[in-house]
């Protein structure tokens, strides 16, 4: 029962909007099937194309990237 006992003396010190999330998220949690972990790749694959670029747009490939990028919403 360690767990639990730990989870609510931190319960004891949220707030009741914290609380309402955890809820939410508790019954999430509940009702989702969880997914196994993904195995981290190795980065294999990427290395059969190293050094193998074709053509002459590698410096507008590379800026249409620079400016495709945005900030993060998390």
Request: glycine share 6%; charged share 35%; with cysteine.
């Amino acid at each position: 029962m360690k767990f639990k006992e730990e989870l609510f003396a931190e319960i004891d010190t949220m707030t009741e909007e914290q609380i309402a999330e955890l809820l939410v998220m508790v019954k999430n949690m509940k009702t989702k099937k969880v997914k196994p972990p993904q195995r981290l790749g190795s980065g294999k694959s990427i290395l059969r194309h190293t050094g193998k670029w074709q053509g002459d747009d590698l410096k507008d490939c590379l800026q249409a990237v620079y400016d495709s990028r945005g900030v993060a919403e998390f």
